[in-house]
């Protein structure tokens, strides 16, 4: 079993910045990668940023150069990082972690509700 321990959101106001933090425990062995997704209202979930095991990046056109993703790995717990700056309105959304293995299912966190608004 792997538990995912989300944390880092809230309200900021337009141009601000937050930090997501995503904290995988558990039997986390092999870990492909690991990743931020987010689902807007009345919108289908998107991926925002991901992270490879390698450390390559992805991310989503409307986050390039205001998201950055990052990750490490101390006492056998992964943790997956989202550095949000210039937030803007439509960043509103919930964010869920995701962490994917090569031999395992993929694990889900709970959410964690991101607003943007003045």
Not at 29 to 46: D, H, I, S, T
Not at 64 to 83: A, C, H
């Amino acid at each position: 079993q792997v538990q995912l321990v989300e944390s880092g959101g809230g309200l900021v106001q337009p141009g601000g910045s937050l930090r997501l933090s995503c904290a995988a425990s558990g039997s986390i062995l092999a870990v492909k990668a690991m990743g931020w997704y987010r689902q807007g209202p009345g919108k289908e979930r998107e991926l925002v940023a991901g992270i490879l095991a390698g450390g390559s990046s992805y991310y989503t056109d409307s986050v390039k150069g205001r998201f950055t993703i990052s990750r490490d790995n101390v006492k056998n717990t992964n943790t997956v990082y989202l550095q949000m700056n210039s937030l803007k309105p439509e960043d509103t959304a919930v964010y869920y972690c995701k962490i994917g293995f090569y031999y395992s299912q993929d694990y889900w966190g709970q959410g964690i509700q991101v607003t943007v608004s003045s």
